[in-house]
């Protein structure tokens, strides 16, 4: 049973370039969840998503950040005109329903801004 | 969420049982206690949660006090390979907050040969 995957697992870019990271949730998981870690930091949340639904972006910056979760396809984060505070390692978790559900993680993507 | 309060680090030595403290002295009657561990730079692992009875699984224990302000994650056999920051997670079972995951500090274990 394959778990949550991401890709990629590093990326790097240049500023004001565009990022774009991908994250399938584990079979069966129709709950996505985006945490950043800063160097040093603790992981902080980002956004919940469900199917083709943004359910909660209250840890979003209000810029530059968006991310999504079709209805076919994986989840994806993206990130335009990237500045080299965004660089960090973006954590994806799936969960098979909304709530308390257990969160499981996927093995992040290490962004670096050049 | 309720805060929670951790040891900064600890060491344990190889084969005998890790105890993880921590306190959540205001937690609320239907909060959940989670544990979650970070291996170096891969993604947090779910160990094992609670509400109010002690827990075990394939991979560690869960010890809550009777006034639920403080509990133990032990694992019992510690490996090398249990080395990593241990985070104790307080979270409400429904709601805007509880599928945030809210990330201290944690512990950082250390596993001695």
């Known amino acids: 049973n394959a778990g949550v995957m991401q890709n990629p697992r590093h990326l790097v870019r240049r500023r004001g370039q565009e990022a774009r990271l991908r994250c399938s949730p584990m079979k069966g998981h129709s709950h996505v969840y985006w945490y950043r870690q800063l160097p040093e930091e603790g992981l902080k949340f980002m956004v919940y998503l469900q199917k083709e639904n943004i359910i909660d972006e209250s840890g979003m910056p209000k810029e530059r950040f968006s991310a999504e979760f079709p209805k076919e396809g994986p989840s994806i984060l993206r990130i335009q005109q990237v500045v080299r505070g965004d660089s960090a390692a973006y954590f994806c978790a799936s969960s098979q329903q909304g709530g308390s559900y257990e969160q499981y993680f996927g093995p992040g993507t290490r962004l670096t801004v050049t | 969420d309720a805060k929670t309060t951790q040891p900064p680090s600890m060491d344990c030595a190889e084969g005998r049982a890790a105890n993880l403290p921590c306190n959540h002295s205001t937690i609320s009657g239907n909060e959940y206690v989670y544990w979650y561990r970070q291996i170096h730079s891969q993604g947090p692992q779910y160990i094992i949660h609670g509400l109010k009875n002690n827990e075990t699984n394939e991979m560690a224990s869960l010890i809550i006090t009777e006034d639920r302000k403080s509990s133990t994650l032990i694992l019992p056999h510690a490996t090398l390979r249990d080395t990593a920051v241990y985070y104790c997670?307080?979270?409400?079972?429904?709601?805007?907050?509880?599928?945030?995951?809210?990330f201290g500090k944690g512990t950082k274990l250390s596993v001695i040969p």
């Open positions: 997670i307080v979270r409400s079972p429904s709601g805007a907050g509880s599928y945030q995951l809210t």
